[in-house]
């Protein structure tokens, strides 16, 4: 009995320590319809995003498109903290791996098959609570658009080449550690913890 209260212990206590990784932002899955914004060529569009405390730190990015034409790929991440100034972050997305979700896209000209796409970064941390936009362009596809997760209530612009505000949410997830939350944790801890002091006293 007092090797399991121990174990279980051990494993609480490792629990405690380990930020597992979850999605901390989840913008909405592609609606899987024409049309997107364009994010292409000389064409960028961006949607906010706030990050709470424990979970303000991004791992990968994940996103849906599609293309009117053509399907090359050479994509750049942007993170601005003001759509007012240049990029607070701007990452290479050369490593982004693209997967087709099996959607031919319509209505609009034709079926477009549409794609998702994930890319994998260097540890990310932000400030908890602050507006944040995304930005994603790829610069080999002036015909690659970004997919819709709504049609409504949303806050997406294009702001290149010329600003233009919707009320739609591009399709998109932000992934990273997530801290749990200790309390009823630590509460089991310390159960487990008398306990194995009583049974100790006892014997």
């Avoid at 000389?42 to 399907?71: C, K, M, R």
């Avoid at 890319?119 to 080999?140: H, K, R, S």
Wanted: hydrophobic share 40%; aromatic share 12%; with cysteine.
């Amino acid at each position: 009995m007092t090797m399991r209260i121990g174990v279980v212990c051990l494993v609480l206590a490792g629990w405690l320590g380990a930020a597992p990784a979850d999605v901390i932002i989840d913008n909405g899955k592609s609606l899987h319809l024409q049309p997107g914004l364009p994010s292409g060529g000389g064409s960028l569009s961006v949607d906010d995003f706030v990050l709470v405390d424990g979970a303000n730190t991004i791992t990968d990015i994940h996103w849906w498109g599609y293309y009117l034409s053509g399907s090359s790929d050479d994509f750049s991440i942007y993170i601005f903290d003001t759509l007012d100034n240049a990029p607070l972050y701007s990452i290479d997305g050369a490593a982004t791996v693209r997967h087709d979700t099996g959607f031919d896209l319509s209505p609009g000209p034709g079926f477009l098959p549409e794609y998702y796409y994930s890319l994998y970064i260097d540890p990310l941390a932000l400030t908890p609570g602050q507006t944040y936009w995304l930005g994603i362009n790829n610069e080999a596809s002036a015909s690659w658009q970004w997919t819709l997760s709504a049609t409504a209530n949303g806050n997406a612009q294009v702001i290149e080449p010329t600003s233009q505000t919707t009320r739609w949410e591009l399709a998109f997830n932000l992934t990273g550690p997530v801290v749990p939350e200790p309390t009823s944790a630590y509460l089991l801890l310390f159960g487990i913890g008398s306990l194995y002091i009583r049974r100790s006293n006892k014997y």
